[in-house]
């Protein structure tokens, strides 16, 4: 038996979970359109790699990454690329994105699939083929898994996350229920590419379905993972508690995982590295959980980019229906509308209501109870961030350990005066990267500034010093002309001189005709000459003014 | 008495020559509250203060020349950063200098016809182009100070707002409603 450890706080919301489990996982028809975003993962958006009018097949990558962070994206199904425009998504700002629009040929034909056998591949062409497949981590951050598989210190422990601690979601836990003999292959592809000296699948206890499912499949394949049933306290999903409870190891404050030996994957990450590998499958699908207000909660595996207004409409959602939130109660995002697409990221999307979600009562002023304190599972003082956040005293907030918040909202939850406690964290972190930003981008700008100025002055230098040696060369001049010859006069001579060789030629020159003349050609020549003299001679008396012509 | 008389004047002759040793040795170059100033001004160089650029306008103020509610880019909280430097009262904006929303130079190149003097006005090199060439603005280098406006013969540059992309929006302020007292 391990010994598991505890975090500070948490707290038990009433989980929900019962909804959705009841029914298996369907697979969600296929829509009319598709919307695929290309920035569906944390860093930078894909580049598209098609364009409006291109057929596609499924699976077909149609965005490449751009850059270190960021990853690919694929075509779910096969059809017609009918724009790449932008298009509202799963944001909290409501501001649109690029996104692929995709109108589906019904045919769902796919593109060559080609598995590959990893032990033949190098760790690094394993992480291309993460990269290329488009694999990022399927709990919500939507990280490239193929930079989670670089480590700089040996990895002893792999966990495999199937905590899913926040209240409604079940997608992991189905997925585990149902899938689990692909999700342990998973694993031993990734525990393959980490040399990880164990293997530990951590799985609340509120899911023992998903746990003796897990167990099994561990069995069948004879392997050595040990399948925790992990005590159910919220936020023990997050991967830096999961590790703490598994290990009893700290993640320190703006370290990685993997710097203490360690690395935390979801179970459906897993599922993917495997579809990768194995079977050649690009990550163009996955599991979400519709619940709340609706008729039938249930899973579906549903293609990226599918409008999840389709999704809700499938588990038909009740009248008084009022707002939808992406991902959980806790962490999750209102949507700006339903008429947003599915990304990768999306685990969850809740139809709430008023009766299901009473709006939160006025805020009251903070009592300073300290209950946010005991609850905090990063170990920070919520009550005094909220402080520094509302008092806009952001170095105070960043010197208190803003940045190690991880939002998961046990503070807001407990608080008695009810103050949206996440919102002022959420804005004093925007309003701290939006400062580095700026600071940034000043000291860029004095940078440019100064090497202008530096330029300016050389530039100013450079022309003094030129039409200083130039003044000094014509003054040298000038003292120096009566020895040395002006460029003008030894021109002038060169041309004298060549006046004086071409007369010298002249003269030197005979007529070679003029030798052994006959008798009559002399008489002849006499005449012609004596023609010659007489115009010259009329010439010359005709025009005065006009120069004597040259016959020589 | 001697005795002590001369303790004394071998102490300040010693004293004397460690401190004159140290005012050569360890000599500071300039003033270094002027770098504290300018790390706080946001470095547009745009000359709205009335001084030629950021480092001259925060030399003036560590001379206590200029005031330093001069700066309309460096906005309300950078007179509250300043003021807190400084160790002098707030003062708010005076006058017309009021900030402004961010915004970025932008050249209508169908009417630029490359005379080369916006290039010359940029503080900040953030215009690239060439006589009788079109000019464009390099957007993430332009500080926004407007420099360029005035020089350029044919009013083609405008200065568009930036508007909030997804990659830079922010969580606003909460603003919840208060409890309605009966």
Sequence with gaps: MRTLHRFHGGIHPASHKALSTHQSIVRAPLPNSLVIPLRQHAGEAAKPCVSTGDHVLKGQRIGTPNGMLSSSVHAPTSGTITAIALHQIAHPSALPDLCVTLIPDGKDTWIEREAVDFRALSVSELQQRLRDFGIVGLGGAAFPSDLKLRHRIKVDTLILNGAECEPYITCDDMLMR????????????LRHALEADEVVIGIEDNKPEAIAAMRQAVCAAQLDYAVVAVPTIYPGGSAKHLIKVITGLEVPSGKLPTDIGVQCFNVATALSVKRALDDGEPLISRIITVTGNVEQPRNYEALIGTTLSDLVALSTAKSDTNRYIMGGPMMGMVLPSANVPMVKASNCV??????????????????????????????????????????????????????????????AYVCPSHIPLVQYYRYAKSEIRERSAEKLAADRARERHEYRQFRIEREKQEKAEKLAQREAASRSAATAAPSTPSVDDTQQMRINEAIERAKAQALAAHPKNTDSLTPEQQAEIAAIEARRAKILELATDAGADDEPHKIS | MITALWVMIALAALLGVVLGFSAIRFKIEGNPLVEKIDAVLPQTQCGQCGYPGCKPYAEAIAKGEADINLCPPGGDEGIHKLADLLGVEYKPFGGDAMPKAKAVAFIDEQTCIGCTLCIQACPVDAIVGAAKQMHTVIASECTGCEL???????????????????????????????RKIP
């Design chain 2, 148 to 178: 360029c406006l005035a020089p350029c013969p044919v009013d083609c540059i405008s200065m568009p707002a930036v508007e909030e992309r997804l990659t830079d929006w922010k969580w606003k302020h909460p603003v919840y409603a208060l």
């Design chain 1, 350 to 411: 809740i139809a709430a209501s008023d009766a299901l979600f009473p709006p939160a009562p006025p805020a009251l002023p903070c009592i300073r109870c300290t209950r946010c304190v005991q609850v905090c599972p990063a170990e920070l003082q919520p009550q005094d961030l909220y402080w520094f956040a509302k008092s806009n005293n952001f170095g105070k907030a960043q010197e208190w350990s803003l940045a190690d918040c991880i939002e998961c909202g046990a503070c």
């Design chain 1, 178 to 189: 149902e899938r689990a003999n692909e999700i342990v292959r998973g694993i031993f592809i």
